[in-house]
């Protein structure tokens, strides 16, 4: 059973960055896909970027060319790095995965664990 912990979110300027981290226990993800998702109020969850256990990324395309999915196996933690950060980025933040290697943004109930999130407001 993994256990996911977000950290990293908090409150930004418009055109400012952020970095969040995810952070696994109870087993390792190396050879899983992990994935960031996000849900603002009111809103259905969207996904917003996944990563295959062979390191290919996938980004929808708000956020293509602006955010950047990464991982370190040796720290069992997984990032997202969001620069050019915009207003409609608020939302609560949520760190997944899946015991599979392949998975994308748009398949959101193909992950199996999640973590409970970490919000990000972005003001204007």
């Known amino acids: 059973q993994l256990q996911l912990v977000e950290s990293g979110g908090g409150s930004v300027q418009a055109g400012g960055s952020l970095r969040l981290s995810c952070a696994a226990s109870g087993d390792t993800f190396s050879s899983y896909c992990m994935g960031w998702f996000r849900q603002a109020p009111g809103k259905e969850r969207e996904g917003v970027a996944t990563l295959n256990s062979d390191g290919a990324p996938t980004y929808v395309d708000s956020v293509k060319g602006r955010f950047t999915i990464s991982k370190d196996n040796a720290k069992n933690t997984a990032y997202l790095q969001m620069n050019s950060l915009k207003p409609e980025d608020t939302a609560m933040y949520y760190c997944?995965?899946?015991?599979?290697?392949?998975?994308?943004?748009?398949?959101?109930?193909?992950?199996?664990?999640w973590g409970q999130g970490t919000q990000v407001t972005v003001s204007s």
């Open positions: 997944a995965t899946r015991e599979y290697w392949w998975c994308i943004p748009t398949r959101p109930h193909d992950m199996n664990y």
